[in-house]
């Protein structure tokens, strides 16, 4: 790595009492680095110490410097003979020699050191050297384990949500694919919506890019991003989609050209049972973004919008109540869209199942949140009676898998997802679309494709698993005081938690983050 770059002043501090005339020579103007002077020092060893003050300039290591310092080498016998000339006109000097002496000394002098500068500026006008291209960093060889073979009946497809590893960890950054760029409120404020409208595009430029991947890849199922469009559903800074038409609609045709299945979950703020208005407002027009985005895709009704039932607000039967009429009250467009999931906290698939079988809404169930939060129903009779209304409505069920991560004890940490999935559920119907949860993205899907022989997998994209994988994780860590609540505990800090992210939402007071 090269020195940062220095001006070099035009007095210099020196040891040798010929200091003065010899800083003429180099009394003009030039950008040096470090190394440079350190050589320069070396190179003139023996004859004086040099105490060179020096400023870091912004310009950054130059090429006139390394030219610099190859006419100095150059020129080394030059300028030692102007130190040597210098010290004798010193001597001079200092022995009252006579003013003809010193003229002649000094005239000598002269002549070197207009020799010396004339040479070092022809060379600095030289032209300068090509820039050496950088050698490109060939794909490192990953060793990837054998699995352990297992046999299904299943035929479905196996999906996951939002972010590609493969696509994002490419390097240089510059070429790394991903569908998730947003902002902080206070961005868009100084830069307006055109900034965010940007992102936007970009997002959707690279969803096409993970459109084609998957279907290279052999992956017919995936979750988009909520953040696509950022802060598009905001009550102040909110914008339509229609600008950014052209490249929806490409992609939905890409998508269906592969018979792909995409599906959005909006986020935990998306609250329609809350008791405050303001926040059931903001809910809604989080899911008209999301269903707009559908929609100008060509999508059909397979790309459902899945929500879970919020908070329970401390009053788990009158929120239901809530939930059941904000439902109601959605414009068609959205309920057609409009898919429930089973929590891990608040409200168990049992619970959701009347709402559900009432309103005609699909249930999408989730078999960790039910490990965890379980009804006083087996799987398999929820997911029978939750089929029929998959059915009833013309629509593909989906359901979700994850699993807690190695070490997982206490409530909190067994929500945590494992990094990948290593069976597939006993009750799970050989027909269905199944999402993976995991930390690895693909690499969970293509895991389970390799253990059950379910779709040929590239060996080219696989990546090898985390070999000491631990139950913490960047966005839900374990503490002292998490591992020590109890479940109810946990439930009322939810339900806090979940108010104040919905009416942060309603702000704009919220610290977006890629899912």
Known sequence: MMSPAIKLPRQIVTSHPASIPFVSILSFPLFVNISFIRRLQNTLSGRFTMDIPFSVSNAGPMRRSARLLSAIHANENLAKRAINEDSLLASRQNNGLSSMDTREASSSLLEVRESL?????????????KKRKRTKLSPPNYVIPDVEKKKATFKGRLGYACLNTVLRNQKPSSESVFCSRTCRLDTLKKKGNEYAKGLGLKN??????????????????F?????????ASHGTYGYSLDYCSELLKKAGTLARKYGHRLTTHP???????????SVV???????????????????DADSVMIIHGGGVYNDKPATLIRLRQSIMNLPKEIRQRLVLENDEMCYNAEDLLPICEELDVPLVFDYHHDMLFPSSLSPAEIIKRVRAIWLRRGI???????EPRPGAVTLME???????????????????????????????VFHLHRIYDLQPVIAASLRPANTNPSMHTNGRKSTKRARAMTAKEVLMRDDLESDNKSDDKVDGIIDSTTE
């Open 223 to 231: 979750r988009l991003s909520s953040e696509m469009f950022p802060y």
């Open 117 to 129: 500068i004339e040479k070092n500026e022809s060379f600095d006008q030289s032209s300068p050297s």
């Open 396 to 402: 593909r069920p989906k359901q979700h898998l994850s």
């Open 281 to 299: 407002e903001a809910a809604i027009r989080e899911l008209v973004y999301h269903c707009q985005m559908l929609d100008l895709m060509g999508m």
């Open 414 to 444: 067994r929500r945590a997802h494992s990094d990948r999935c290593e069976k597939l559920p006993a009750d799970l119907p050989d027909d269905m679309d199944l999402m993976i949860e995991a930390k690895d993205k693909e690499q969970a």
């Open 267 to 277: 986020g935990q703020f998306t609250q329609l049972g809350s008791p405050k208005a």
């Open 204 to 221: 959707m430029e690279n969803l096409l890019t993970i459109i084609q991947w998957n279907e290279d890849n052999n992956i017919r199922l």
